[in-house]
């Protein structure tokens, strides 16, 4: 029998798994457990939303609508992979499912899935998934053509695995609703691995340390093989930030200056700390936070090459940023950019949003080869 989690065991697991967790609203103290028990839980139950748009989504979980009062899970998962939680306690997520089902995710002795002896329409019988389950409603329209990023479903096999492994539980014990409730889809559509392709990521991740980054999704942008150039290339290190905020302006092209050097020495990178390398060819993840940017709002974040006068002279592939809806909330975004340049190479944002946009934290890992 498995006692349900703190609110502090969860947030504390989440975060050791790596995920980027929002608590949103009232959710330490938000429940159904009014209504009906909370525990023991034994498993993890992982559903779509049938809906589009972050906050709106967010809200929709946490509050509810007119026929199914909130919280509808203890957490929604975001496209970009944020974890928002919205209950803690009883949640209307599961409904009623087949108890045998239920008696396999707490063996954690059954095949490909779990097996199916009745109907898990809440007939007699059934089990209350509610009191039993954390459920993990994840951003998606349902319809078979929406598509599930790498980055949504890597940020569910760590939210599977965190629960998992503060409570003791093989990969077992995280199920789909569909594996619960045989007349629900979901999740499903393209993108989205079977559910037995979870649990072998989930137990991949079980079988690490919690900062394992082993499962993590391959960087879109393919790593350039420098090495094969010149064998004796080794490449140099740079690892740089910014705490400072950069306030934006609209439609005006700002470049990121670094104030924190951590492994070169200090005003190696030009002047103010903006210039990056001087020729030659990088590949660099670049991770920034932003504050104010409303929903259909982006920031742009690309390379660029300035002269030795400081003049720009090239620029590379934007990045688009987009805002979340609520502005009060960090948008938090990485991207990983490979090129060579032949001047010096600092990076630019440009912000589209009339409000106040506010660059909060900019940080950089990068790899170059002189030319």
């Known amino acids: 029998m498995a006692i349900p989690p703190t609110a502090d065991e969860l947030v504390r697991a989440l975060r050791a798994e790596g995920l980027t967790v929002v608590e949103y609203k009232s959710w330490r103290t938000h429940n159904r457990n009014h209504k009906g028990a909370w525990g023991p839980v034994n498993g993890v139950m992982l559903h779509h939303t049938a809906s589009s748009g972050e906050m709106s989504s967010v809200e929709l979980c946490y509050s509810g609508h007119s026929t199914l009062p909130g919280p509808l899970c203890q957490a929604v998962i975001a496209k970009s992979g944020t974890v928002y939680l919205t209950g803690n306690g009883r949640a209307n997520h599961a409904g009623g499912g087949d108890p045998n089902v239920l008696q396999a995710v707490i063996d954690e002795r059954y095949g490909d899935v779990p097996p199916v002896t009745r109907m898990h329409d809440g007939s007699a019988g059934a089990v209350d998934g509610n009191a039993r389950f954390i459920g993990a409603e994840c951003i998606n329209l349902g319809d078979g053509k929406d598509p599930w990023p790498p980055a949504q479903v890597e940020a569910m096999v760590r939210f599977s695995a965190a629960v998992c492994r503060l409570k003791g539980w093989t990969a077992k014990s995280t199920i789909a609703h569909r594996e619960w409730s045989n007349w629900k889809p979901d999740p499903a559509g393209p993108g989205m691995p079977s559910m037995p ?175």
């Not at 137990?203 to 093989?225: K, N, Q, V």
């Open 197 to 371: 392709q979870m649990r072998e990521r989930i137990a991949a991740r079980l079988s690490h340390s919690s900062t394992w980054t082993g499962d993590r999704p391959a960087p879109e942008t393919p790593l350039p093989d420098y090495g094969n150039e010149d064998p004796m290339s080794t490449p140099n290190l740079s690892a740089l930030a910014r705490a400072e905020n950069l306030i934006l302006l609209k439609d005006t092209p700002q470049t990121i200056y670094w104030t924190g050097e951590h492994t070169d020495e200090g005003s190696e990178h030009g002047v103010g700390g903006k210039t990056v390398l001087d020729g030659g060819k990088y590949v660099a993840t670049v991770n920034v936070q932003l504050v104010g940017l409303g929903e259909n709002e982006t920031v742009r974040l690309y390379p660029v090459e300035e002269d030795g006068s400081g003049n720009y002279a090239g620029q590379g592939e934007a990045h688009e940023i987009e805002g979340r809806g609520d502005p009060a909330l960090p948008v938090k975004f990485n991207a990983t950019i490979t090129g060579r340049v032949y001047n010096r190479l600092s990076f630019q944002v440009v912000s589209d949003s009339s409000a106040t946009v506010t660059l909060t934290n900019a940080t950089l890992s990068m790899l170059s080869w002189p030319s």
